[in-house]
C-alpha cells in the first residue's frame, strides 16, 4: 500500500476567482503581503502496490482533472 | 407521429420537468430517460437539461459524465443524433468530449439569475435553425459556474468555423470568454449552452417565449422539409 497525492491547480491562464477571493480578504484581516492566491484540490489516494505510475496518471487525467482547464501533479508517499 | 425527444434525469437534476414542457410545446413527444439505464428508447433526440448532477462534486457535470445513458448519448451523437446541453448539461457535454472547452466559476463568483439578452449567431445548428441570424432573444441564465473557457487555439476555431451559437449581449454576466453563452459540434447536431430556453416558452411563466424556437428547430432537423 502507498499513500498517492494528486495536486489538481487551474491552469496559470485559468483564471482563478476563487483564488482572487481569498487574495482580497486578507488585507481586510490585516494580513499583507500576500500578492496572489492560486486555489486548487488536493486529493490523497491509498493504492494497492499493483497500481503503476502509468495508471495514476490515467486517474489524474481522465477524472480528477480536467485537462481543458487544469494542471495535476502525482506524489507517491510511502508508508 | 410526432419526433420522440429523450431527456435525462440524473441525480440532482432540476429542469428535466420544464424541458420535458418544452419538447411537448413543440408537438414533439418527451420520452424520460434515466442515468442509470443506457437505453435511450428509440428517441430521435436527447436533451442533457440543468441542474445540479450528483451535486456538482469533483468538478460540474464530471461524474455524470460516466453514467450509464451517457455512454450511449455519446454513441448516438457519433452518428449524427440532435443533442442539446442545457447548463449543467452544457457542463456534461463539455465533460464528455462531445463539445470543446469547459465551464468555469463566474469571474465574480455570485451565481447570477436573471433574464439574459442572448444573439443567435449560427441559425443552421440542429437546435437553431427557426431563429433568425443575428436575432437578439430573452433567455433566463441561472448558474454560478457559467464561464466558458477554451485555449485560444479551440476559440479561433470556434470562432472561425461558426461554431459559436449564442452569445451574450448588453454585458458578459460570467466572464466567459468571446462572450459565449452556446457553441455546437463540428456538424452542428450538438449544441450546448448556458441559458435556460426551457424556461422561456411561455409568457406566463418565463420573460418571453424566445426559448421555443430551439425546441422547433430540433423538429426540424429531425422532420426533413418536403
Known amino acids: 500500500m502507498a499513500r498517492v497525492v494528486v495536486d489538481v491547480m487551474p491552469k496559470p491562464e485559468?483564471?482563478?476567482?476563487?483564488?482572487?477571493?481569498?487574495?482580497?480578504?486578507?488585507?481586510?484581516?490585516?494580513?499583507?503581503?500576500?500578492?496572489?492566491?492560486?486555489?486548487?484540490?488536493?486529493?490523497?489516494?491509498?493504492?494497492?502496490?499493483?497500481?503503476?505510475?502509468?495508471?495514476?496518471?490515467?486517474?489524474?487525467?481522465?477524472?480528477?482533472?480536467?485537462?481543458?482547464i487544469e494542471d495535476w501533479t502525482i506524489r507517491r508517499i510511502e508508508a | 407521429m410526432s419526433p420522440r425527444i429523450g431527456v435525462i434525469t440524473f441525480p440532482g437534476t432540476l429542469d428535466d420537468v420544464?424541458?420535458?414542457?418544452?419538447?411537448?410545446?413543440?408537438?414533439?413527444?418527451?420520452?424520460?430517460?434515466?442515468?442509470?439505464?443506457?437505453?435511450?428508447?428509440?428517441?430521435?433526440?436527447?436533451?442533457?437539461p440543468g441542474g445540479f448532477s450528483y451535486g456538482d462534486y469533483l468538478r460540474c457535470g464530471a461524474i455524470a459524465r460516466f453514467a450509464p445513458v451517457m455512454s450511449s448519448v455519446v454513441e448516438a451523437a457519433g452518428k449524427g443524433m440532435p443533442?442539446?446541453?442545457?447548463?449543467?448539461?452544457?457542463?456534461?457535454?463539455?465533460e464528455a468530449g462531445l463539445l470543446p472547452g469547459a465551464l468555469v466559476r463566474n469571474e465574480k463568483l455570485h451565481f447570477v439569475c436573471r433574464d439574459q439578452w442572448l444573439r443567435v449567431e449560427n441559425n443552421t445548428t440542429a437546435w437553431s435553425t427557426r431563429y433568425d441570424a443575428g436575432a437578439e432573444v430573452l433567455i433566463p441564465l441561472k448558474s454560478g459556474e457559467g464561464g466558458y473557457?477554451?485555449?485560444?487555439?479551440?476559440?479561433?476555431?470556434?470562432?472561425?468555423?461558426?461554431?459559436?451559437?449564442?452569445?451574450?449581449?448588453?454585458?458578459?454576466?460570467?466572464?466567459?470568454?468571446?462572450?459565449?453563452?452556446?457553441?455546437?459540434s463540428e456538424n452542428g447536431r450538438v449544441v450546448g449552452l448556458m441559458p435556460h430556453p426551457e424556461h422561456?416558452?411561455?409568457?406566463?411563466?418565463?420573460?418571453?417565449?424566445?426559448?421555443?424556437?430551439?425546441?422547433?428547430s430540433a423538429l426540424d432537423?429531425?422532420?426533413p422539409s418536403a
Open chain 1, 14 to 68: 485559468i483564471l482563478d476567482p476563487q483564488g482572487q477571493a481569498v487574495a482580497g480578504a486578507l488585507p481586510r484581516l490585516g494580513f499583507h503581503g500576500v500578492t496572489e492566491v492560486r486555489q486548487g484540490k488536493h486529493f490523497e489516494l491509498e493504492v494497492d502496490d499493483s497500481v503503476d505510475d502509468e495508471t495514476l496518471a490515467k486517474i489524474a487525467e481522465g477524472l480528477l482533472a480536467n485537462p481543458v
Open chain 2, 18 to 48: 420544464d424541458a420535458a414542457r418544452a419538447v411537448g410545446y413543440a408537438d414533439a413527444e418527451p420520452v424520460a430517460l434515466w442515468h442509470a439505464d443506457a437505453d435511450l428508447k428509440g428517441v430521435d433526440a436527447v436533451i442533457v
Open chain 2, 83 to 94: 443533442v442539446l446541453g442545457i447548463c449543467n448539461g452544457f457542463q456534461i457535454l463539455c
Open chain 2, 149 to 184: 473557457m477554451a485555449d485560444q487555439a479551440t476559440l479561433d476555431r470556434l470562432g472561425g468555423d461558426g461554431r459559436v451559437v449564442f452569445r451574450y449581449v448588453g454585458g458578459n454576466p460570467n466572464g466567459s470568454r468571446n462572450d459565449i453563452a452556446g457553441i455546437c
Open chain 2, 200 to 216: 422561456a416558452i411561455d409568457a406566463l411563466t418565463g420573460p418571453s417565449d424566445d426559448g421555443l424556437g430551439v425546441f422547433y
Open chain 2, 221 to 223: 432537423a429531425l422532420v
